[in-house]
Structure formats: structure tokens, C-alpha cells
């Protein structure tokens, strides 16, 4: 690992008003891996992703992001820098079509698209055949494909990635993880959040576990794998 | 026949293609940034006025010029506007923008009368737009074809550009989730000024096509801003093609109307409006996604900021200070204060039962005046052909009202947000129109003449003929009815306080925080807010009873939309969700309005200036003032409307301690 990391959280805090939800969080990403946070519901997690893209503010710490501190930009402006959130909910615009949703998503983000909208709708085949449709009439699964594609077109070079499958079909979610690790091999670092520990364990070349807005451990797939002990205390799952 | 109904038809496009272009502006700044503009109508006038003034210099043959520059002129007003009042509020509560707009329309409509003279004008023609053209057994001016074709072409171009332009995009996307707009790294904010200067400009060209069919007048802005909304929210708020169809639709209806049926050419629309939202209550192309941040026109902290004691304290005190005004009456001041101290009585019972829906379960009622109004008929036909006691006609009207409330409730409560606004405000003016209209109202004049007592079963006195002597003072006539007016207040305060105390006001205020949680806990929601609807509604046929009683008439115009308009206005200028702040609102608004009538014919436009600094500058209302003097106050500036609500942020745990500023305090 290199000294220069592409993203790294120093020792933040943030919440909702008097709730504090993250205490002196810290980690680091660097170019090309994928890193995934774990931990329950209510760790702090998803937190932790709105304080990096700026929809909440820290109340103290950084996030530094190709050197430069990026902790006082709102979302617009992070989005700018090259990060993009596919948020838990995916948030599709419900009465633009797909291929609309994706010329937006190419309006914003950095002004170099890596991805153009027409490569986009070739590179996720089910997308396609639904181009014209409006995004309400998308299935769960296509609303989080189209999501990441979204992401991709904006340009991203850090993608951050909400419970890419929660609710989704086991197959589905087979799916989800291969265009994850597709967008990985393109050079995109993905931070994902995850409560599917067999995602992560899959996907993901280290782990932070998260519990009460703190990381309390970090590990490769294979360190985390062998942990039971860590397992069970923190996400009450047995490998 | 045939040709007969052609007529009709290019009549009703003509003012429909109007109706299109203003609803159409309305509808998309309330869609993209969920503002509710009552100072449209105003920019329509503007426009129309603009174009006065530029085709006056040289004749009709500048119509063209002044058809592109003057909406032009009024779009960059819109740009400034959106800029520097409505920016600052992104992120409050949505009610203020009602504040703000109707402080707008004050201003820019004074300013006309300041400019231009007060009758109506006709805009110059060019000669290529006069003359008819016969067909078919038609006779059409030129100028109603040309409205038509012109008004199409427009719609098709603002269709055009929102359907396939980059700006059209990211507004469109905007009006269904901002924040996602802005996850996706593009400044939204930037593009709002756009929008509303661009609705500002098509209000204009309606006017200015209007002014050219009809005439120019300063009320012009005024009689199209019901209807536009109507339209607006028939179709659907935020929907481009429901404000066209909408549009289009409610201009034939009227024009048919006008024809064949000309009792109901008033009411029409609203029995339209209520007909569609009662079967499609997000109107004929509106979506439950738009509902989302729409519907709920409350959002963020508000209720008081002082604490229990002090309150109390000073509202005792507040009422020592009020139930002493009339022993000075005639001797340290006129006799007027007592006139202006019972309208602002009154006026307060009336805003405090509209804080009791608005404020504490989050039904905004932007027909509250049928209440007022509803009280004030009651009262007065009651002493015409029941009985002569005030007692007994008080009587009356709050259970006439509190049963005209249940019904309008059962039938209102179903939809939310700004479509009950609407709903109410439509039985506000189909009740209106019917005064109006009826023989036993009196018509448009209304009843007069009403000889009263006070007592019961025909024992009892006129206020005039006794007399209450307190040492060297003697209270009688208007006077007493003072103090039956303050006791009305007072009792009712204490009523309604006690209820929001009361297990029903916990179901209340958890209905207002989160009505579906408090429906998951097994509460039907509906069943609690018709209730609070029915008590405010009583209460404000109360208060209504009370100025029929005291003014000794009741007219059509007490059920005015102004008059809820600034009923509203009150309740937030006091503090919404407090009870007592509203009554402080009507005692500011009436003392504004007596002080600036004392020293300047323009005191609409100083009243105007002021409630829209009033919501820029202190965005709690006077209630808030406390703790805002006090120091060390987080204020975070407003970034767009709407960002995403963070749970259970309140950025003013503070309550006051100082009690210095005793002339902003109220009843308690």
C-alpha cells in the first residue's frame, strides 16, 4: 500500500443534530481496491457515506480525498470531485425514462465521462431493452443497475455503493456483484456498505467493521473469514 | 348549433390558451421548487402594463415588440425576485413562501396603482390583428385566432424545451428528487432562478394576450390567480401537460358556462376542482412521487420559544392590559381604539382556530373564511328570524359551523397538503358565490339592520341601554361588548389549550410530526383531524358571530380568499402551533395597517415590504424573537428547498430567559 491513499477519514464526527452517530472515525481507501464497511443496522455506516459525499457535514475530522480536503463540500461539489453515492433507496428519477436518468447523471459529476450513455446501455444488457421505459416500471434489480450505470456515467472514479443488494433475488445478486467487480477491473475503487457479509467476504479486498460510529476491526476477506470470534460479536453470523 | 358551438369554442381556447400559459409557470415553480406563488397574478399584470408603457410611445404597430420585450422585462424581475426573497427561504417551512408571496402581491400590485392610473385601459392593436374573419357561421377576430395560434406555439415551445433540452432535463429530474439531483454533481439552485423567471415571463405574455382582449386593470392579477391555481392543481401540481389540458378544459368550461348556465359561470370550476380531486386526489396528471415532498406543506421546528411560566405571566398580564383598554376610552384616547382593539379581538379567536388545524395537526385551510363567514350569516339570519338573543345566535352559529365543518372535513380530509388547501379554498368560494347569489343572503349587498339583545327567551338588554360604572367611568355599548368579545377569546384560548393537552392533542401533534407512524400505532388519523377541523371550524364561526353582532351586517365579501389569505398571513407573522402567537399576528397586522393608513396612501406597499422582510429576516415569527436576541444561535443558510429532512434536527433547543421585550408578548 502506497503512502498516498485515494481516500481517507480522519477521525470524524457527525450526526443529526444532538444524536451523534460517528465518533472519531477513521479509514482509507486506496485507488483500485474495493473496501467494504460492515457492521448492523443503526452502526453508523450509511452515515459514514452521506459525511464523505457532504450531504451531512462533520462536526470535526476530515475527509481527504486525491490529497485535497474535501470535508466543507456539499454533495454538488464532492460529486464534482469525482465521487459518486448510489444510495440504499437507488433513487432512480421515477418519471425520466433510463436512457434519460443516464444522459442527467452525464450532465453532472466530472467533466471527463468515462463512460458515455450509449456504452453504458451496452455494458448492462438488461438497461437496454428497457431504455424508453420510465424508471418507476424497473424491478428492484434493474432500478440498482441502473444506479451503478448512473455513477459510471457521472464520471466517477470513487463509487460508493449503499446495500447494492438488499431486497434483491439470490440470482440478482449474483448479478450485482459481477457488475461491481466489472467496474473494479475498469479501475473505479469501490467503497461498499454492506450488511450481506458473503458480499463483502466475495467482493471486497479488505473490511472495517463498523459498530457504534467507530471501526472496531480491520481485515482482508480471508482475516475476517477466519475470526469467528469477531463474526459473532459484531455481526452475530457464523462463516 | 354547429356553428354555435364552433363559437364557443374558439371563445373558450382563447381564454383557455391564457389560462394555459399562466398555470403553466405556476405549476412548474411549484413542482421544481415547491413554491407557492400568489404574486403571479401580479407578474400577469406587470406584463400586460409593461407592454402598455412600451407600445404607448409608438402606436399599436409596436404590439410585437412589446409582446417579446415586456415579457422579457418581467422575467428578469422574476429572476430577481426568486434571487434575493425567495432564495433565502429554501429549506423552511413552505408556509412562508405563502407569506412571502402574499407580501409580493401587495407590493407589486401597490406599485401599479403608484405608477399607472387605477381604471382600466386598452392595449393598442396593431392594424394587422384587428378586423374579424366570417367562416362557417363564425365571426372570429383576427385576435382571437392569433392568441390562439401564438398561445399554441408557445406551449409547444416550453413543452419542447422541457422535453428535450439539457435544462429541461435537470428540471425535470429536480421536481422528483432535488438531492439526488445534487448527488449527481449538478448545481441545481443555479437553474431555479431560471425556472421561475421563465414562469414569470409566461405569466406576462398571458397577460399581455389577455389585456389586448379584454382591457388593462390593476385587479387583472387579482381575478386570474384563484382560477390559475384551480387549473393548476386540477392538473396536477407540477404537471406541464395537466396545467395544458387544465387549462384549456376549465377555459371551454367557463366560456360554456358563461352561455348557457351563467348562475354557475363563478362556481363551476370549483365544483370541477372538488369533483376531480375527490376522485383523483392528486388531480387528472399529478403523481404520488411529486407527493412526496409536496404534499406535507410543514416541515421543521416551530411551536413557542418561551417557557411555560413566563408565559403564563405574561399572558395574564397581556390580558389585565387588554380588559383595561376601554376605561380609557373617550378620555386618554378615542374611542376608535376600542373599534380596533375588538377587531384585532376578533380577528385573534379567528386566527387562533385556524392555528389549531394549521399549527397543531397540519391542515393548511386556505378556506377558512367560509367559517368566518358561515358565523356571520348565521348570526345575522338567526336575529332576523329566530330569535333576538345574542346568546341564542352565537349558539347557533358555532354548531352550524362545527356541522358544516364535519362535512367539508369528511370530504376534504382524504387529500393532503396543497390540494386541501385548494379543496377547502373551492367550498370557500362556492359558499361565495351562493351569498351572492341567494334571496335570504341579501345577495351581493348582504343583510343589514339587525337589532339584538343579550339575555335568553326574550329577557335581556341592548348593550346601549345599560351602563357599568367603575368609579368614575361608565362602560356601556361598545364597550361591553368588549369585554364579551375578550371573554370569548380567553375562553376559547383556554379551551383549545387544554385540548392540545389532553390525550387528543398528543394523537394531534404525533399526526403533524409523522401521520404514518401515528396510523401504524392504531390511530385513524382521519377520524382526530376531522375532529380538530370541526372544533376550529366552530370557532371560527364563533368569531364570525362575534362581528356580525358588533358590525350589526354580514356581506359576501367576509368569505373573500383574501380574508383566509390573511388569516394565514397572521398566524405565521405570530407563530405558528403556539395559540397565542396568532392572536399577537392579528394584533401586528391591524396595528400595522392602522399606523401605515395614518401617514401613506401606498401603506400596502410598506405592509408588503415588511412581511417580506419579516419572513427573510426572522423565519419563527414574532413568537421566536426571544431567543433569537438571544446570542449564539447556529443559523444555517438555506441551500435549495427541501434538502433532505434530517431526523429529528432542531437547531433551537434554547428556551429564552430574558424578558425584556414585553411588547411582543401575548395572551396566555
Not at chain 2, 358561515?374 to 352550524?400: D, M, P, R
Not at chain 2, 349587498?445 to 341601554?465: I, K, P, R
Not at chain 2, 376559547?492 to 401515528?518: C, D, H, W, Y
Request: charged residues 15%.
Amino acid at each position: 500500500m502506497s503512502a498516498d491513499p485515494l481516500l481517507s477519514v480522519d477521525s470524524i464526527d457527525a450526526g443529526y443534530g444532538d444524536t451523534q452517530v460517528l465518533r472519531d472515525l477513521s479509514f482509507s481507501i486506496e485507488a483500485g481496491e474495493i473496501v467494504s464497511l460492515v457492521g448492523r443496522n443503526g452502526a453508523g455506516k450509511t452515515t459514514t457515506l452521506r459525511t464523505i459525499m457532504g450531504i451531512l457535514q462533520p462536526t470535526s475530522g476530515h475527509v481527504t480525498y486525491n490529497g485535497a480536503d474535501i470535508s466543507a463540500l456539499d454533495a454538488t461539489e464532492t460529486a464534482q470531485q469525482g465521487l459518486a453515492l448510489v444510495p440504499e433507496e437507488r433513487r432512480i428519477f421515477p418519471d425520466l425514462t433510463v436512457t434519460e436518468n443516464l444522459e442527467l447523471a452525464a450532465h453532472g459529476g466530472t467533466a471527463d465521462d468515462s463512460l458515455s450513455v450509449t456504452e453504458a446501455l451496452e455494458m448492462f444488457e438488461n438497461l437496454r431493452e428497457r431504455a424508453g421505459n420510465a424508471g418507476s416500471s424497473l424491478s428492484g434489480g434493474e432500478q440498482q443497475m441502473l444506479a451503478i450505470a448512473r455513477a459510471l456515467v457521472s464520471g466517477a472514479d470513487l463509487v460508493l455503493l449503499d446495500e447494492p443488494t438488499e431486497g434483491l433475488a439470490p440470482y440478482i445478486v449474483q448479478d450485482v456483484m459481477d457488475i461491481v467487480a466489472a467496474l473494479n477491473e475498469r479501475g473505479i475503487t469501490v467503497l461498499l456498505v454492506e450488511q450481506n457479509v458473503q458480499v463483502c467476504l466475495k467482493l471486497a479486498d479488505r473490511n472495517y467493521l463498523v459498530d457504534q460510529g467507530q471501526i472496531v476491526y480491520e481485515g482482508t476477506a480471508a482475516e475476517l473469514e477466519a475470526n469467528e470470534d469477531v463474526l459473532d460479536r459484531y455481526l452475530g453470523v457464523t462463516a | 348549433m354547429a356553428s354555435e358551438l364552433l363559437q364557443l369554442l374558439v371563445d373558450g381556447l382563447t381564454i383557455g390558451v391564457v389560462y394555459v400559459l399562466l398555470a403553466a409557470g405556476l405549476s412548474v415553480i411549484f413542482g421544481v421548487m415547491n413554491v407557492i406563488n400568489f404574486a403571479h397574478g401580479e407578474l400577469f399584470a406587470l406584463g400586460a402594463y409593461f407592454a402598455l408603457a412600451l407600445i404607448a410611445p409608438f402606436g399599436g404597430s409596436a404590439f410585437f415588440l412589446a409582446l417579446f420585450v415586456a415579457p422579457l422585462l418581467v422575467g428578469i424581475i422574476g429572476v430577481g425576485i426568486e434571487r434575493f426573497t425567495v432564495r433565502p427561504l429554501y429549506g423552511r417551512n413552505p408556509l412562508y413562501h405563502i407569506l412571502l408571496t402574499f407580501g409580493l402581491v401587495l407590493v407589486i400590485n401597490d406599485l401599479i396603482y403608484l405608477i399607472w392610473e387605477p381604471g382600466s385601459v386598452t392595449l393598442p392593436l396593431p392594424e394587422l390583428l384587428s378586423g374579424s374573419i366570417a367562416a362557417l357561421g363564425v365571426t372570429a377576430s383576427v385576435y382571437n385566432l392569433f392568441i390562439i395560434v401564438f398561445g399554441a406555439l408557445m406551449a409547444i415551445a416550453v413543452w419542447a424545451l422541457f422535453e428535450f433540452t439539457k435544462y429541461g432535463l435537470i428540471v425535470r429530474a429536480g421536481a422528483q428528487d432535488r438531492q439526488m439531483v445534487r448527488n449527481l454533481g449538478i448545481d441545481i439552485d443555479r437553474y431555479y432562478s431560471l425556472v421561475f423567471g421563465m414562469g414569470a415571463a409566461l405569466a406576462a405574455f398571458a397577460g399581455i394576450i389577455l389585456g389586448g382582449y379584454q382591457t388593462v386593470n390593476p385587479a387583472m392579477g387579482m381575478s386570474v390567480i384563484i382560477p390559475a391555481f384551480v387549473i393548476v392543481v386540477l392538473g396536477g401540481l407540477g404537471s406541464f401537460r395537466g396545467a395544458v389540458v387544465g387549462g384549456l378544459f376549465v377555459g371551454l368550461v367557463q366560456t360554456a358556462l358563461r352561455t348557457y348556465a351563467p348562475i354557475f359561470e363563478g362556481t363551476g370550476i370549483f365544483v370541477l376542482m372538488i369533483g376531480v380531486l375527490l376522485v383523483r386526489p392528486h388531480g387528472l396528471f399529478g403523481t404520488d412521487a411529486a407527493d412526496e415532498h409536496t404534499g406535507n406543506l410543514l416541515s421543521g421546528p416551530r411551536g413557542g420559544f418561551l417557557d411555560p411560566q413566563t408565559r403564563t405571566r405574561l399572558g395574564l398580564a397581556m390580558v389585565g392590559l387588554l380588559a383595561l383598554v376601554p376605561l380609557g376610552a373617550g378620555t386618554l384616547y378615542s374611542t376608535y381604539a376600542v373599534t380596533l382593539v375588538i377587531e384585532i379581538i376578533i380577528w385573534g379567536l379567528f386566527a387562533l382556530s385556524l392555528d389549531f388545524v394549521m399549527g397543531y395537526t397540519g391542515l393548511v385551510s386556505l378556506g377558512h373564511a367560509l367559517f368566518y363567514g358561515l358565523g356571520a350569516y348565521t348570526v345575522a339570519l338567526g336575529l332576523a328570524h329566530v330569535s333576538q338573543s345574542a346568546f341564542v345566535v352565537l349558539a347557533l352559529a358555532i354548531v352550524l359551523s362545527a356541522v358544516i365543518a364535519w362535512g367539508i372535513g369528511f370530504l376534504s380530509i382524504r387529500v393532503s397538503g396543497v390540494y386541501f388547501a385548494m379543496i377547502t379554498l373551492g367550498f370557500a368560494e362556492l359558499f361565495y358565490n351562493m351569498l351572492g347569489q341567494l334571496d335570504i343572503t341579501g345577495g351581493s349587498d348582504g343583510l343589514f339592520g339587525l337589532s339584538t339583545y343579550y339575555g335568553l327567551a326574550g329577557v335581556g338588554v341592548e348593550l346601549d341601554e345599560i351602563a357599568v360604572f367603575l368609579g368614575p367611568v361608565a362602560i356601556t355599548g361598545q364597550s361591553l361588548f368588549y369585554y364579551i368579545a375578550l371573554s370569548a377569546l380567553v375562553a376559547s384560548f383556554l379551551l383549545t389549550r387544554r385540548m392540545l393537552n389532553s390525550p387528543f392533542g398528543a394523537v394531534l401533534k404525533s399526526i403533524r410530526e409523522n401521520e404514518q407512524r401515528a396510523t401504524f400505532i392504531g390511530y385513524e388519523t382521519t377520524v382526530y383531524k376531522r375532529r380538530a377541523f370541526v372544533v376550529s371550524g366552530a370557532l371560527a364561526g364563533l368569531a364570525g358571530g362575534l362581528f356580525t353582532l358588533n358590525a350589526g351586517y354580514a356581506t359576501p365579501s367576509l368569505v373573500d380568499w383574501l380574508n383566509s389569505g390573511e388569516v394565514i398571513v397572521m398566524v405565521i407573522l405570530g407563530g405558528m402551533g403556539t395559540l397565542y402567537g396568532p392572536i399577537i399576528g392579528s394584533g401586528i397586522f391591524f396595528g400595522l395597517e392602522e399606523l401605515l393608513t395614518g401617514f401613506t396612501d401606498r401603506w400596502r406597499l410598506v405592509l408588503g415590504t415588511i412581511f417580506v422582510l419579516f419572513v427573510i429576516l426572522l423565519p419563527g415569527g414574532l413568537v421566536s424573537l426571544p431567543s433569537r436576541l438571544a446570542p449564539a444561535l447556529p443559523v444555517t443558510p438555506g441551500r435549495g428547498p427541501n434538502p433532505e429532512p434530517e431526523p429529528e434536527s432542531n437547531p433551537d433547543p434554547e428556551p429564552a430567559t430574558d424578558v425584556d421585550d414585553a411588547h411582543t408578548r401575548g395572551d396566555d
